[in-house]
């Protein structure tokens, strides 16, 4: 096996989610051997911003794929998912620009924050087009507009629930303010940032007190009694904002 480049784990990172990703990753070199090209860390656990609500996510970059190395890879990644909810995407280094193209704002996310755990670094001339970023985030927009609509539907009784619900939505909607900043040549800024400056846009205090539960409900995985329906329906509202303003640029 070539000897690869192995890179540390960002000291912000805790050290279960550090120790089992070690562990797996570990495993996933030795199951894969030679086409294991790199192993890329992305999303909150890549810039240290690991919450409660959070699942740690990893890229594995193939030469091929194959079953035989696939299979003796199953046990270690049931053990992970179950530890710190790991989800690996499994992606063949051909796949690698057409992914990049099909999943535009995922990705345009994953080159701006992600960490190599082992290999060389895939994402370091990647790039994503303009057409391509805006004909997904469009498609990201409507489709977490209609999820969000099913969510409210369904869990608007219950606020435990709906707290949760309230967590998953700051992923797309960080993304999607990110990809938007960067279609109009803004400096990069974290998601987070970005969402900010596209509510104080809006003016509308509600807006900023529905992102501060949104992260509230991302720290704990909970909220204080009324507070989570008024916060949904307002990220319901940011939502439609987001896709309004997508569909108007060109």
């Known amino acids: 096996?070539?000897?690869?480049?192995?890179?540390?784990?960002?000291?912000?990172l805790p050290e279960e989610i550090q120790r089992h990703l070690d562990v797996f990753v570990a495993a996933a070199q030795t199951a894969f051997g030679d086409d294991l090209a790199a192993a890329?860390?992305?999303?909150?656990?890549?810039?240290g911003q690991v919450r409660a609500t959070?699942?740690?996510?990893?890229?594995?970059?193939?030469?091929?794929?194959?079953?035989?190395?696939?299979?003796?890879?199953r046990g270690p990644l049931r053990m992970a998912h179950a530890a710190i909810d790991l989800q690996v995407m499994f992606l063949q280094e051909d796949e690698l620009t057409q992914a990049a193209?099909?999943?535009?704002?995922?990705?345009?996310d994953i080159i701006a924050r992600h960490r190599v755990l082992l290999g060389?670094?895939?994402?370091?001339?990647?790039?994503?087009?303009?057409?391509?970023?805006l004909r997904r985030l469009r498609q990201v927009l409507l489709n977490q507009?209609?999820?969000?609509?099913?969510?409210?539907?369904?869990?608007?009784?219950?606020?435990?629930q709906l707290a949760g619900a309230i967590a998953d939505a700051a992923g797309p909607l960080r993304a999607a303010a990110a990809s938007l900043a960067q279609l109009e040549g803004k400096s990069a800024?974290?998601?987070?940032?970005?969402?900010?400056?596209?509510?104080?846009?809006?003016?509308?205090?509600?807006?900023?007190?529905?992102?501060?539960?949104?992260?509230?409900?991302?720290?704990?995985?909970?909220?204080a009694p009324g507070q989570a329906l008024p916060a949904f329906t307002s990220l319901m509202a940011i939502t439609g904002h987001l896709r309004e303003h997508a569909e108007t640029m060109r």
Do not use: C, W
């Open 101 to 108: 193209e099909a999943f535009a704002v995922k990705f345009a």
């Open 40 to 47: 890329v860390l992305f999303g909150s656990a890549a810039d």
């Open 189 to 223: 800024q974290s998601g987070k940032q970005a969402l900010e400056a596209f509510v104080d846009q809006l003016g509308d205090p509600a807006l900023h007190t529905a992102l501060q539960a949104m992260s509230e409900a991302r720290e704990t995985a909970r909220l």
């Open 120 to 133: 060389n670094d895939p994402f370091a001339s990647l790039h994503t087009s303009r057409d391509a970023v």
């Open 145 to 160: 507009q209609v999820r969000m609509r099913e969510r409210y539907m369904l869990l608007s009784l219950n606020e435990e």
């Open 54 to 73: 959070s699942d740690v996510n990893l890229l594995l970059l193939l030469k091929r794929f194959t079953p035989q190395a696939a299979d003796a890879l």
């Open 1 to 12: 096996m070539p000897i690869v480049k192995e890179h540390r784990m960002p000291p912000s």
